[in-house]
């Protein structure tokens, strides 16, 4: 959220006065030191609504990891012991890492 200053060319919804106050840049809510509220804005002044904010937009539900179709049994793939010095973990075709890192 935004906030800015009152002018004589836009005074406070509030109080009607040209300074001190603050004004959301969306017009929502308005900082008044003049005019008492319940909710106070720390030492800057009340709080005033002035008009609801829509709801945020649910989040999409969280993407769900599949193995690749090349990447064969992963319970038989994460029972293996490491590799031996001098040899690496085998590789998906969608992974640059040495290991899968799809079910980390």
């Not at 040209?18 to 959301?24: F, K, R």
């Not at 929502?28 to 509220?37: E, F, G, W």
């Not at 609504?49 to 994460?78: M, N, S, T």
Request: net charge positive; with cysteine.
């Amino acid at each position: 959220m935004t906030l800015v200053r009152v002018t004589k060319r836009n005074p406070c919804p509030i109080c009607g006065k040209p300074d001190w106050c603050l004004v959301a840049a969306d017009g929502a809510v308005a900082i008044c030191p003049r005019v008492p509220s319940d909710r106070l804005a720390g030492q800057a002044g009340y709080l005033h609504i002035l008009r609801a904010r829509p709801p945020r937009p649910p989040r999409p539900a969280p993407k769900v990891l599949e193995p690749p179709a090349d990447f064969g049994d992963y319970a038989a793939f994460a029972s293996t012991p490491a590799p031996a010095q001098g040899r690496s973990w085998p590789r998906c075709s969608e992974c640059p890492k040495l290991r899968c890192c799809a079910f980390r």
